[in-house]
């Protein structure tokens, strides 16, 4: 069965935990894997021919027409966003042991300010909302 999900949400919002969680391969653009955009985005492309494709992809996505795109480069099954209080993310941005923080943190503000939740994509429900498939749950594709 086909499954490629993506989670999108700001910086902090457990993301690449959420993903890693899911047993399935995830494509992080942020791993040193991938050296650039355009490498990414190919590999998405690459996985959205692939019939049997299981997957969890992080993406930023603050913005609705952000998550339909990636969402339509992979040919996902599910779209979810990941969400936290703007403080909580802070928090846990300058705990975690990074490099980066400020800009992170800036980055935390960046996502809110352009944020939408025009598509009325779902927040995550956990893995095992998804151990079966249901249309109405994030459904990006009709791919079932």
């Given at each position: 069965?086909?499954?490629?999900?993506?989670?999108?949400?700001?910086?902090?919002?457990?993301?690449?935990?959420?993903a890693r969680a899911?047993?399935?391969?995830?494509?992080?653009?942020?791993?040193?894997?991938?050296?650039?955009?355009?490498?990414?985005?190919?590999?998405?492309?690459?996985?959205?021919?692939?019939?049997?494709?299981?997957?969890?992809?992080?993406?930023?996505?603050?913005?609705?027409?952000?998550?339909?795109?990636?969402?339509?480069?992979?040919?996902?099954?599910?779209?979810?966003?990941?969400?936290?209080?703007?403080?909580?993310?802070?928090?846990?941005?300058?705990?975690?042991?990074?490099?980066?923080?400020?800009?992170?943190?800036?980055?935390?503000?960046?996502?809110?300010?352009?944020?939408?939740?025009?598509?009325?994509?779902?927040?995550?429900?956990?893995?095992?909302?998804?151990?079966?498939?249901?249309?109405?749950?994030?459904?990006?594709?009709?791919?079932?």
């Amino acid at each position: 069965m086909r499954q490629v999900v993506i989670l999108c949400g700001p910086p902090g919002a457990g993301k690449t935990t959420a993903a890693r969680a899911s047993g399935l391969p995830v494509f992080d653009r942020d791993d040193d894997q991938w050296t650039s955009e355009k490498q990414f985005r190919d590999a998405l492309r690459a996985l959205a021919v692939l019939p049997g494709a299981r997957a969890v992809i992080i993406r930023s996505g603050a913005t609705s027409n952000a998550r339909r795109t990636a969402a339509e480069l992979a040919a996902a099954t599910h779209t979810f966003l990941l969400l936290a209080d703007r403080d909580e993310l802070k928090r846990r941005v300058r705990h975690r042991d990074r490099p980066g923080v400020a800009g992170t943190l800036r980055g935390i503000d960046r996502w809110f300010a352009s944020f939408d939740r025009r598509d009325q994509v779902p927040d995550f429900p956990g893995w095992p909302a998804l151990a079966e498939p249901t249309p109405t749950l994030g459904a990006t594709s009709t791919d079932w």
